[in-house]
């Protein structure tokens, strides 16, 4: 799947987002989520 992650068009094979912040060696307590513009608030 392409996706834009910061700015950057991302190729990845995640299917979740702590799937994708794993891929990426994110770490996930430093991460603000936005879908189409809108950002996620924490859950």
Do not use: H, S, Y
């Not at 992650?5 to 991302?10: D, F, I, P, R, Y």
């Not at 299917?15 to 794993?22: V, Y």
């Not at 891929?23 to 307590?29: L, N």
């Amino acid at each position: 799947m392409k996706i834009l992650l910061n700015g950057q068009a991302t190729l990845t094979t995640a299917t979740t987002l702590a799937a994708l912040l794993r891929e990426q060696e994110i770490e996930p307590g430093c991460v603000a989520c936005a879908l189409d513009g809108d950002f996620v608030p924490r859950g």
